[in-house]
């Protein structure tokens, strides 16, 4: 399974970007799907998460301004953050649960910079 995450880009602040991660291969089912963050200099923090059956959740500090999504077709996983903060800059990483067939594993996307300009 890969995940391959796009969207990242620069913005001022209040502007708005979304973010996409695919998931692509054969023979798994995705289960549930997630976008964390890293600052410099600071551990990676789980931003939102969707169930397979579209059930989210969110860190407070996103909370009204970021909201998860996913499309199951596509397997694919959204991240549509709008009223950006400088705060929010930091790579953007996706995870997603999934079943191979003989194992539930999670995997990663490779990153994506946010950067958010006061």
């Known amino acids: 399974v890969q995940l391959q995450a796009s969207g990242g880009g620069m913005v001022q602040a209040g502007g708005s970007l979304r973010l996409s991660c695919a998931a692509s291969g054969r023979g798994f089912s995705i289960g549930a799907m997630a976008w964390y963050r890293q600052a410099p200099e600071k551990q990676r923090e789980l931003v939102a998460t969707?169930?397979?059956?579209?059930?989210?959740s969110y860190v407070d500090s996103v909370k009204g301004r970021f909201t998860i999504s996913r499309d199951n077709s596509k397997n694919t996983v959204y991240l549509q953050m709008n009223n950006l903060k400088p705060e929010d800059t930091a790579v953007y990483y996706c995870n997603a649960g999934a079943d191979t067939g003989t194992a539930y594993r999670q995997y990663w996307g490779q990153g994506t910079q946010v950067t958010v300009s006061s």
């Open positions: 969707i169930s397979s059956r579209g059930t989210t």
